[in-house]
Nanobody, 116 residues
Framework: QVQLVESGGGLVQPGGSLRLSCAASGFTFRQYAMSWYRQTPGKERELVATISRFGGTTNYADSVKGRFTISRDNIKNTVYLQMNSLKPEDTAVYYC?????????WGQGTQVTVSS
């Protein structure tokens, strides 16, 4: 079955960097676009970034443009989110997402906390 496993979250100071990873299995990874979302308590899940099947097209939320970079490795079946110049407002649980045959699959999430 489809599995998405995020890793790489943690506590970082403002201005710092983190790289999130999402290891995918159970489907033909290279055939699908992949996305990262984030969610804070009491708020709806927010789309952060999307990458096309072969990585040629990426899109970002305005709040992260210029600071975050989404990428993928279709050999390792992994999607990444490089996060630089982190701000306290980036604190959230970050989720990997795959939309396969109109069904949305999610990982378990990884907590990112930006605080001094």
């Amino acid at each position: 079955q489809v599995q998405l496993v995020e890793s790489g979250g943690g506590l970082v100071q403002p201005g710092g960097s983190l790289r999130l990873s999402c290891a995918a299995s159970g489907f033909t990874f290279r055939q699908y676009a992949m996305s990262w979302y984030r969610q804070t308590p009491g708020k709806e899940r927010e789309l952060v970034a999307t990458i096309s099947r072969f990585g040629g097209t990426t899109n970002y939320a305005d709040s992260v443009k210029g600071r975050f970079t989404i990428s993928r490795d279709n050999i390792k079946n992994t999607v990444y989110l490089q996060m630089n110049s982190l701000k306290p407002e980036d604190t959230a649980v970050y989720y990997c997402n795959a939309l396969i045959d109109k069904y949305s699959y999610w990982g378990q999430g990884t907590q990112v906390t930006v605080s001094s």
